[in-house]
């Protein structure tokens, strides 16, 4: 509750500053470790995940010290190979893993609700709710999968809820909760998919 209250204060102070705030970002750090992001629309969201650096490689490169390469040996040259940035979980995230999955946008809440395996595949289910006046047709969502460890394994777009057409009872409706249909995803290992860290952003609502 005092988190809630805390969000809600910082958001109205925003806003009242908008004229000299409107283009910056601010970030908190809550009581409980977490940290929230506000944005300029007057949103906030966790902050969960950090960038960090790669590890450098060293690869030896054969260089030859004279033409004649018959008769003089080769000499090995070390060279650095520069790996992409690797994304990952904080350790606030990874230790409190209720913050990855629910999303909510435009009046609409996704959290994830289950997770199940068929073979290598994985089955994902949701439960929706919605505040909003709109009759809704499609979610979807941007779904970010991550191992144990923290680290990002895989990013993937789910439509976790369609309505079918011309059925208006499969509408997501104001004042509704409803659970989605079993959606299946390869290429997560399971091994590293114990804690069943996901992280959820709305990106699509489509409605009538």
């Known amino acids: 509750m005092q988190t809630s209250l805390r969000l809600s204060a910082l958001s109205s102070l925003l806003l009242l500053t908008s004229s000299v705030m409107a283009a910056d970002v601010a970030q908190i750090t809550l009581e409980n470790g977490a940290q929230v992001r506000l944005k300029d629309d007057f949103t906030w969201e966790y902050v969960i995940t950090e960038t960090k650096a790669a590890p450098t490689a060293l690869a030896a490169t054969a260089v030859s010290t004279s033409?004649?390469?018959?008769?003089?040996?080769?000499?090995?040259?070390?060279?650095?190979?520069?790996?992409?940035?690797?994304?990952?979980?904080?350790?606030?995230?990874?230790?409190?893993?209720?913050?990855?999955?629910?999303?909510?946008?435009?009046?609409?809440?996704?959290?994830?609700?289950?997770?199940?395996?068929?073979?290598?595949?994985?089955?994902?289910?949701?439960?929706?709710?919605?505040?909003?006046?709109?009759?809704?047709?499609?979610?979807?969502?941007?779904?970010?999968?991550?191992?144990?460890?923290?680290?990002?394994?895989?990013?993937?777009?789910?439509?976790?809820?369609?309505?079918i057409f011309r059925m208006p009872e499969t509408y997501l409706r104001k004042g509704e909760q409803r659970k989605s249909s079993v959606i299946w995803v390869e290429g997560i290992d399971k091994a590293q998919w114990q804690k069943q860290l996901i992280n959820l952003k709305i990106t699509e609502i489509n409605s009538r």
């Open 67 to 163: 033409s004649n390469i018959a008769s003089v040996p080769s000499v090995a040259l070390a060279t650095q190979t520069v790996a992409a940035p690797v994304t990952t979980l904080t350790a606030t995230a990874i230790a409190q893993p209720e913050l990855l999955g629910s999303t909510g946008k435009d009046g609409i809440k996704v959290s994830f609700a289950e997770g199940q395996w068929k073979g290598d595949k994985l089955g994902l289910s949701f439960d929706l709710a919605s505040t909003s006046n709109e009759h809704v047709t499609l979610v979807e969502v941007e779904a970010s999968f991550f191992a144990d460890n923290g680290t990002l394994l895989k990013t993937e777009k789910l439509e976790v809820w369609e309505a």
